[in-house]
Structures are given as structure tokens and as C-alpha cells.
């Protein structure tokens, strides 16, 4: 399973083993650009008094990653694992890789920052990959379209946030090469739905450039 990915494409297993767990502690404490000025939950919450779309997890399953979640747990009441609760999410994470796991939030009214987990500061970009691997650059997850009003927009992206989220995903890519076997295909199946549309995948690139 593509970790911020909401459309379930299940893992054929390829890739070679990863170089080990990643360093959540300065991976939480560096990655801490937000994707707009300003609280974007303005655009997409339900009346005043509801959340912002990918915090409803009514709305957006939260998916982790184990490492992560046994990191988490001892420093973060925010969200926590959890068992998916109806048989078409059970059937759903039965699909996904073992790097990742169910979670939930648990105070989505009053998120602990900095232990908000690297699902939620990703969303909601993801990474595109040539046929070969390597990144072309960071993308909408379009997926997810209906839910985020970002996704497809003219609205500005921040390049801070381009940027620490590239970086990020060099490091996971690195890591977890069913990821990136994921990505590949992901981005394959994209391409090819938009040039039946004729439509352009929108991408961004980290100011550095740098391609992984
Ligand atoms: S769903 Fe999109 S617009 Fe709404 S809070 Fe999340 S990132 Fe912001
Ligand atoms: S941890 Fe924070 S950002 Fe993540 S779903 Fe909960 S409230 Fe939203």
C-alpha cells in the first residue's frame, strides 16, 4: 500500500530489502512546513464546527507506518493503531504490505502537532516516478480529488513544503523499496488515465532539484 495512497492498490511484493527503520525523531522535528498559508480546513470543513476533510476519519483512512506507530505510541495520545471496524476495511488492509498499518485519530479537534503522524503532514501530495524509479517530482494524490478542495486547484502550494516533503519521501523511498515499487506502478496507471483525458499531471520539484 502506497502509504498516503486511498486507493488500495495491493503490492506485488518486488524490491530489494531497505536500509532499516528511519529516524522518526528528526524526521518529526524537521518536517514541519505546512502545504498553504493559512488553515486550509477552512476550504473543506463541514460547517464551522467540523474538520478539516483529512482529519475525519470518517472521510480518509489514516495509514502509518509500523515503525512509526511503535515510535509513536509512547510519546503521542494524538492517534493510535487500531483494527479497521467493517469487512469492507478489513478487506481492504488484508491488500496492504506489512511496512504499514490501521490507525486512528483520537483528538482530531485538538491535534498534538508535532506527533501529528507523517501521513498527515504528507497529504496531499505524493510522489511521481518514471517507469524506472525515479522521481519526477511531487504530484496531487488525485484520488483523493473529491475529498481535499487543493487537489487540482490553481491554489498556491508552498515550496518549503515541496521541499521537506521531497525530502522525506528520498528517505522513505530509501528505506521501504515496496514503496517505491508501489509509486511505480501508481504513477504508471495515472499517466495513463490522464492521457485518455488528455489532461497534464500537475508536478512540483524540490528547489534543490535533486532527484532520487
Ligand atoms: S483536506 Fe485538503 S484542504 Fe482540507 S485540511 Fe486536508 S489538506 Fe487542507
Ligand atoms: S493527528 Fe492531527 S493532522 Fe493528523 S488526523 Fe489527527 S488532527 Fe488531523
Same mark, same amino acid.
Given at each position: 500500500?502506497?502509504?498516503?495512497?486511498?486507493?488500495g492498490i495491493p503490492l506485488d511484493g518486488s524490491g530489494a530489502p531497505g536500509k532499516g527503520p528511519l529516524d522518526w525523531e528528526r524526521l518529526y522535528a524537521e518536517f514541519t512546513a505546512n502545504v498553504t498559508d493559512g488553515d486550509c480546513a477552512t476550504l473543506?470543513?463541514?460547517?464551522?464546527?467540523?474538520l478539516g476533510a483529512c482529519c475525519d476519519g470518517a472521510r480518509l483512512t489514516l495509514i502509518v507506518f509500523r515503525d512509526e506507530l511503535a515510535w509513536a505510541r509512547?510519546?503521542?495520545r494524538g492517534w493510535r493503531g487500531g483494527r479497521p471496524r467493517t469487512p469492507a476495511e478489513r478487506k481492504g488492509v488484508a491488500a496492504w504490505a506489512d511496512h504499514v498499518a490501521?490507525?486512528?485519530c483520537l483528538r482530531p479537534r485538538q491535534c498534538d502537532r508535532p506527533y501529528?503522524? &507523517? =501521513?498527515?503532514?504528507l497529504f496531499p501530495l505524493e510522489p511521481h516516478l518514471d517507469a524506472a524509479g525515479g522521481f519526477l517530482? &511531487? =504530484?496531487?494524490?488525485?484520488?483523493a480529488a473529491r475529498l481535499c478542495p487543493l487537489i487540482g486547484r490553481q491554489l498556491s502550494v508552498r515550496q518549503?513544503?515541496?521541499?521537506?516533503?521531497?525530502?522525506?519521501?528520498?528517505q522513505i523511498l530509501a528505506t521501504y523499496p515496496e514503496e517505491r515499487a508501489c509509486y511505480v506502478r501508481a504513477s504508471r496507471q495515472?499517466?495513463?488515465r490522464f492521457a485518455r483525458h488528455g489532461r497534464a499531471i500537475r508536478l512540483w520539484r524540490s528547489t534543490d532539484g535533486f532527484v532520487f
Open positions: 500500500m502506497c502509504i498516503v495512497k486511498t486507493c473543506c470543513r463541514r460547517g464551522p464546527d467540523g509512547q510519546r503521542t490501521w490507525a486512528r501529528r503522524s &507523517l =501521513t498527515c503532514r517530482g &511531487l =504530484t496531487y494524490v488525485y484520488e518549503a513544503f515541496v521541499d521537506q516533503s521531497a525530502a522525506v519521501w528520498r495515472l499517466r495513463s
